[in-house]
């Protein structure tokens, strides 16, 4: 799969973060967050492994009982089933992979109407 570089398509999945899957694959998916200065993704996990990349900004990351002020250039890497959460302290752009696929991702890629609002599901347990 090749996906062409646009500057839309991004959907807001929660207030101030707005979401675009990049690609994917059999068994990976690649996704852009865009985070406005302020907004949180609350606590959550999910049974995929997500790495990351700060691309730009700052972000106040929780990942299990550890803290991170991650700023750019910074990456990591959640295990799945972990509970993590992030606030953008900066406006942010964060690069991610997922393995396996999220498939409640695969309605913001290529091909899917894009620009409007869904809502993300995210998992607390």
Known sequence: MFTKSDEGGFAEVLEGVRLKTLAHGGSTLLSMF???KGAAVPTHQHPHEQTGY????RLDF???DDRFDAGPGDSWNIA???PHS?????DSIVIE???PVR?????YGPGQPRGRSR???????
């Not at 498939?103 to 309605?107: K, T």
């Open 62 to 64: 929780v990942i299990g």
């Open 80 to 82: 799945g089933d972990v």
């Open 119 to 125: 809502s993300l599901r995210l998992s607390k347990r």
């Open 54 to 57: 700060l691309v730009s900004g």
């Open 97 to 99: 992979v997922f393995s």
């Open 103 to 107: 498939e409640d991702y695969l309605q």
């Open 86 to 90: 992030a606030t953008a302290l900066e």
């Open 34 to 36: 865009r985070l406005s």
